[in-house]
């Protein structure tokens, strides 16, 4: 069963910045710099957390997974950051 995530990073290394970059914004929701929502099983997970492993610097980056709860409604301000007219809201 699928459960949403938000994932943030911090990379000091712009270079493995773009790898990292590239590798969550394949996997995951842009949500603001920095900042996405993946929803993936245990599995899915499991491999995105060990991908990360190994792309990042362990002694200066840092990047954190925080779970979310099914009752967490999403809700945005501000300028567009997405396609317009699509909204985060559930």
């Not at 938000?6 to 969550?24: F, G, M, N, T």
């Not at 900042?35 to 002694?59: G, M, P, T, W």
């Amino acid at each position: 069963m699928s459960r949403e995530y938000i994932v943030c990073y911090d990379i000091k290394e712009p270079a493995r910045l773009q790898r990292i970059h590239r590798y969550v914004a394949d996997k995951a929701e842009f949500m603001q710099f920095s900042v996405y929502r993946l929803s993936a099983d245990q599995a899915q997970l499991k491999e995105f957390v060990s991908v990360l492993n190994a792309l990042i610097c362990q002694k200066s980056d840092d990047v954190r997974i925080y779970p979310l709860s099914p009752a967490i409604k999403f809700e945005t301000w501000g300028r567009e950051h997405c396609i317009a007219g699509v909204s985060l809201l559930q």
